[in-house]
Structure formats: structure tokens, C-alpha cells
């Protein structure tokens, strides 16, 4: 299955702002694919991102990533966060909201399963029971 993360971002996003509170992204930014101003970023590698309509330009907030512009110092700067590097989103005013689990940058491939020797397998079966 898919990452669950990109569809509690959003929703909880839309559940801090029709609140009127300031939804913030907290955000791995060591992480692979992670578009941040490094100046930003704390010792432990985090960053924490005010992402309200009134703070960003453009937000997107898809199935693999929170993307928008906002202002750094002043400076216009594009944002892009892969949604396995948000650590969690909460309302500024009272802390309500999720933290995540870590989350591995790409999820592996299934691996194929070898088959084994010819007649050795067994076969799922129904039967009825009464």
C-alpha cells in the first residue's frame, strides 16, 4: 500500500486552518530530495515550516511532496519536502496535531519470490464447512 503521510498532512492541514491557527511543518531537511534553506535548519537536522495560507505562495500539497514558495530573510525561495522527510504538522497556537514515524526515503520493490521445485507447492484449497 501507499504511504497513509501525504493524506494526514492534508488533512490535518485543512483541519488547522479552518480552525484559524497556523499549521507548522516539521521537517527532516538531511533527507534525500529535501529543498530548504539550509541556514534554517537546526543542529539535529530539522527545520520547522510556518506553511498558513497567509505565509506561503502556491502550496501543493500531493501525494509525494509539500511544494510552495515563501519568504527566507526576505528572499523568495522555493520549497520542496518529500512527504517520508515531514516529521509531523501542528497548530502553532496549541500544539495540536501528529507527529510521524520515520519513514524510509523510497519503499522497496517487493522481492520476487523464487518458485519452488515442480509439484513441491501447495496449492490454496476451499472447502465447505458445514
Known sequence: MTSSRPYFIRALYEWIVDNSLTPYLVVFARAEGVQVPQQYVSKDGQIVLN?????????????????????????????????????????????????????????EPPKPTEPGPAGGEKRPSLRVVK
Open 51 to 107: 506553511i498558513a495560507p497567509r505565509a506561503v505562495m502556491g502550496l501543493d500539497l500531493s501525494n509525494t511532496g509539500v511544494r510552495f514558495s515563501a519568504r527566507f530573510g526576505g528572499v523568495p525561495t522555493d520549497i520542496y519536502v518529500p512527504c517520508n522527510a515531514v516529521l509531523g504538522i501542528y497548530a502553532k497556537e496549541n500544539g495540536q496535531g501528529m507527529m510521524f514515524e520515520p519513514e524510509p526515503s523510497s519503499p
